[in-house]
């Protein structure tokens, strides 16, 4: 009984900034790491970024690095990832997901057993 829900996704201009959460619910994920997950039309799902819960070591893919950032609150037992100068080519349905082991790819999106519904991001020029 595991429970993801992505939010704060919408339509923003590109180099404006954006706000994901992730609420979840169900599960302590403990040492687990959790992560976001973007897909766009005709394109392969593409990892943004990971945070393991319990240390909050974070791991970025290249592309996002140094404009995202992945964050957790503990107390309201959410993830967020904060989207600065976003470019149009980041337009894609973001998805929050959780459960990867801490010793496996945090960068696999096989490797993480649950996943939210998924949230529209649109930049635009």
């Known amino acids: 009984q595991v429970q993801l829900a992505e939010s704060g996704g919408g339509l923003v201009q590109a180099g404006g900034s954006l706000r994901l959460s992730c609420a979840a619910s169900?599960?302590?994920?403990?040492?687990?790491?959790m992560g976001w997950f973007r897909q766009a039309p005709g394109k392969e799902r593409e990892f943004v970024a990971a945070i393991v819960w319990s240390d909050n070591r974070t791991y970025y893919s290249d592309s996002v690095k140094g404009r995202f950032t992945i964050a957790r609150d503990n107390a309201k037992n959410t993830v967020s990832l904060q989207m600065n100068s976003l470019k149009p080519e980041d337009s894609a349905v973001y998805y929050c997901a959780g459960g990867a082991s801490y010793r496996s790819s945090w960068s696999s999106s096989e490797n993480y057993p649950y996943w939210g519904q998924g949230t529209q991001v649109t930049v635009s020029l």
């Open positions: 169900g599960r302590t994920f403990s040492r687990s790491v």
